[in-house]
């Protein structure tokens, strides 16, 4: 399989872009400008996040959605790229090209990709020292339409044994990163081999020719860059599940060989559409958010403008399970500085705390925050 250098994708980009295209991120294959996205504090080079104030419309634009890679973007040829399925809960071993995925019915989702430590900076804010890692503020979240087969769908070209009990999707990047995924999930309606994004093909950057969609869990397990699926009788561990990705630390359980315990579902939260510290003009304002839970459906969203009473804003369509939903609210700006909170609420009843537990790696960060809103005068 060919996987061309980085530094000619680049070359592509100053062509087409121009001699003074500076990227955010130069790991990366896709721009990504300052107007567009913001590189997390201690993010290595490879991660940058969505600045929620350009978000538009429900779905996130590929040209702003966030990026969460543990090394440089591969370049992968479509052509000579190869799927291997093998392991012991597999009746036997089969490979499969980009042609043999696209033969299978097409399945078209929407779904979010969240990192499991989106919002990691506010541990610092809260208990006054960094939790491991880079430090995102909420933009590390994006709704897209995937588009390919269920994962269901390929593992069976293989046959899978009923022995199954874990799955591995390891990625072609130069870490061969590696997740694994209880097979239960793994054959869910709604677990993807996505080929398309919004419409277009998989951009490089979010995992060309192929990655995973596993909807509702972290976006750790939607592996990028596929390349071989091991299908196992017995558990499987990797650095991904074991000491990243696990709540770890004083009030959080071992679950040897695991530092702590492995994070699936998604929790709760909501994020408004405002930089930070968002900056208002003084009058009737409308003011943007996004809420989502995991594998489930947002119920309602509620705000309060500095020590007021909560209110419910307005829920917008669609709202997608695993997805999101847009909030919105009018608010009569005076000059000066607020500040806003939001919390969700899902269908099962769960709700934003005010405050969470320490954990050591910071994942799952859902906590209530408080925006700051700067009004100037009129
Ligand atoms: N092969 C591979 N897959 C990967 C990663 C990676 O570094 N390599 N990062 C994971 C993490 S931690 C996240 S949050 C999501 C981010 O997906 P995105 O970059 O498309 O937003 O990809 C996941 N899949
Ligand atoms: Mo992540």
């Not at 989106?118 to 960094?130: D, P, T, V």
Request: hydrophobic share 40%.
């Amino acid at each position: 399989m060919t996987i061309t250098p980085r530094a000619a994708l680049t070359r592509s980009y100053e062509l087409r872009y121009g001699e003074a295209f500076m990227p955010l991120c130069p790991e990366l294959v896709k721009p990504t400008p300052d107007t567009l996205f913001s590189a997390p504090e201690n993010g290595e080079r490879a991660n940058v996040e969505t600045r929620l104030s350009r978000l538009v419309g429900y779905l996130t634009p590929i040209d702003r959605f966030y990026v969460r890679n543990h090394g440089a973007t591969p370049r992968i040829e479509r052509d000579s790229w190869r799927l291997e399925l093998e392991g012991d809960g597999l009746k036997q071993p089969a490979t499969l090209d980009y042609d043999a995925l696209c033969a299978l019915p097409r399945v078209s989702l929407v779904r979010a990709v969240e990192c499991a430590g989106n919002a990691r900076s506010f541990f610092k804010s809260r208990f006054g020292h960094q939790a491991g890692g880079a430090q995102w503020r909420t933009g590390a979240i994006g709704v897209a339409e995937w588009s390919g087969v269920r994962l269901r769908d390929v593992l069976a070209l293989a046959g899978v044994r009923d022995a199954a009990v874990d799955i591995l999707p390891e990625g072609l990047d130069d870490v061969r990163y590696a997740r694994p995924l209880p097979i239960d999930k793994a054959l869910a309606d709604d677990t993807l081999i996505a080929l398309a994004m919004n419409g277009e093909p998989l951009p490089s950057d979010h995992g060309f020719p192929a990655r995973l969609i596993v909807s509702g869990w972290l976006g750790a397990a939607s592996v990028k860059w596929l390349g071989r699926i091991e299908v196992a009788c017995r558990a499987l561990h990797t650095h991904w599940n074991k000491t990243e990705y696990t709540l770890a630390g004083p009030s959080w359980p071992e679950r040897p060989p695991a530092d702590g315990v492995p994070v699936s579902v998604m929790p709760v939260m909501s994020v408004a559409e405002l930089d930070w510290p968002a900056h208002l003009a003084a009058g009737r304002r409308v003011i943007r958010g996004r809420a989502f839970s995991g594998e489930a459906r947002v119920a309602r969203v509620q705000y309060a403008v500095d020590h007021g009473p909560w209110r419910e804003a307005e829920l917008g369509t669609p709202n997608i399970a695993a997805a999101w939903v847009c909030w919105s609210f009018i608010w009569n700006a005076t000059p000066g500085n607020h500040t806003l909170r939001v919390r969700a609420v899902d269908e099962h009843g769960q709700v934003q705390p005010d405050e969470v537990e320490w954990n050591d790696h910071g994942v799952l960060f859902n906590a209530v925050v408080a925006h700051p809103l700067r009004v100037a005068g009129y």
